[in-house]
């Protein structure tokens, strides 16, 4: 049985030596995320998923310099980010899979009324989906891989600052 008091006090630990507020805390080194790059079996069917159905244009296609006749292309998820995916022809990458040090979802925030919209898009698309806290909607995209929108703002979870 897990001990749910001990994780809570390691946690608790954890935020009192890493954790500084706002203010104290350096700003990042980075510039912000430039993309998170997925792998996708079928270049055609992820770009209806997440141009025609999710809305994020396609914004470029272009030949994956890492591997032979691999393609590499981009979707706009705004706020001057990217969504990437990678096409491996003839290379056997097999199905998708969460492990240790892998991708659990991409969080991906919308307008409140565009989320909704969305929300009945991909229920008259007959995409297995489930809401949570009536601002976030999870799904898996062709490949499997999970996604949510979530109707929060940036820097924003369930009501609460994160950033």
Do not use: C
Not at 4 to 33: C, F, H, M, N, W
Not at 36 to 46: F, G, H
Not at 111 to 122: C, D, Q
Request: zero cysteines; charged letters at 25%.
């Amino acid at each position: 049985m897990t001990d749910l008091a001990a994780i809570e006090k390691q946690r608790e630990l954890l935020r009192d030596t890493y954790l500084q507020p706002d203010g104290v805390r350096p700003a990042s080194s980075a510039r912000g995320l430039h993309h998170t790059a997925l792998i996708s079996s079928s270049v055609e069917r992820t770009i209806w998923f997440y141009q025609d159905l999710l809305e994020f244009p396609l914004t470029e296609l272009i030949e994956n310099r890492d591997y032979p006749g691999s393609s590499h292309f981009f979707f706009d998820i705004g706020n001057g980010n990217l969504l990437a995916f990678f096409d491996f022809p003839g290379l056997d990458v097999g199905p998708y899979a969460e492990v240790l040090g892998g991708l659990h979802h991409v969080a991906i925030s919308v307008e409140p009324e565009k989320w909704e919209y969305l929300v009945r898009k991909l229920s008259d698309s007959g995409v297995e989906h489930t809401v949570h806290s009536e601002v976030s909607v999870y799904f898996r995209d062709p490949d499997g891989a999970r996604v949510e929108l979530i109707a929060d703002p940036l820097g924003e979870m369930y009501g609460q600052q994160v950033l």
